[in-house]
């Protein structure tokens, strides 16, 4: 509630300053809200991207509050010039809450530049890493078990690190004295995205074993910095993973078959090479210009008949933060 009322308010000052031609929301809750509540007060459409936990039936801890919200968040739905998904997962749960929904599906994309596959040879111990909210559904549990397995029966030395915070940290740590693992897991806490190509080349795997995804931008730095991956058949990774190509893909909780995975990538280094080209490969098709492009086509789509329905005022220009609007009113 907290961040829909600052939301609100600072979109409510910056249009008293500016009129805007379009509101782009990112997420259905809270920010779906706040561009519904434009459109209706200010005459200002918007386009909606869904990105999971806000679609009815994602997550499992937020089960409770699903029904409360439904009816806010279908008629948030409805009124937007355009919605769109990330996944084809997605676009079928999302059809289970508002049956024949226009969807547009664009997926998440990468900043192909910024991460990229630099692999510097050392004698460090082979290095796994997970960046994730540390959540019961992105599964960190299940990892830190197989680790406990992993390393309980192989000589080579290993490490594990988990990057990102969240309300199960106290419990993995917690989890790694009791596997007598914690000398080799490291919690990174949160890391600010321009250190985190440093974090990817640290790394020999990524792993994501998560209960549900809706399509992971994390993964999609670990590809596009030539990692190997494993992940759970769920969601947007299930659809950008194919197994024994670019990575391999276990059941969910299956810590018995993400041992198995882990074990196969460990001593191939020539399987892993070629597993992270063809993901670096894979990754350049989500660069950000060419999805950019798709939005603001969008963008525009959405906003020529609200435009072609006031007096225009100024010619438009775009924002220092990409978003469309007209000049500065005097």
Known sequence: MRYSWRGLRMAQ????????DVSFAFAGVPAGAIS?????????????SLQ?????????????????????????????????A??????????????????????NGVDTTLFTPIHLESKRPFTIVCVARLIERKGQHHLLEAFAQLRATCEQPLRLLFVGTGDAETALRESADRLQVADSVTFKGFVARDRMPAVYREADVFVLPSEQEGMSIA???????????????????????????????VPWADVPALVRALRELLPADDLRRRMGAENRRRALRFGWPALATRYLELCARVMAPATAARPAAGRSTADAGGGWQREPRA
């Open 86 to 107: 990330i996944s084809a997962e997605q676009e079928a749960l999302a059809h289970r809450t508002l049956p024949g929904l226009p969807l547009v599906t664009i997926p």
């Open 36 to 48: 519904y509540l434009l459109r209706l007060t200010h005459g200002v459409p918007y386009v909606l």
């Open 52 to 84: 999971g936990p806000d679609v009815p039936g994602f997550e499992a801890r937020y089960a409770y509050l699903y029904p409360v919200l439904k009816p806010l968040i279908k008629r948030i739905w409805r009124h937007a010039g355009a919605v769109t």
């Open 13 to 20: 000052r910056l249009l008293r300053a500016h009129r805007y």
């Open 219 to 249: 993964l999609l730095e670990a590809m596009a910095s030539g990692l190997p991956v494993i992940v759970t058949d769920t969601g947007g990774t299930a659809e950008l993973v194919t197994k024994g190509e670019n990575g391999e893909v």
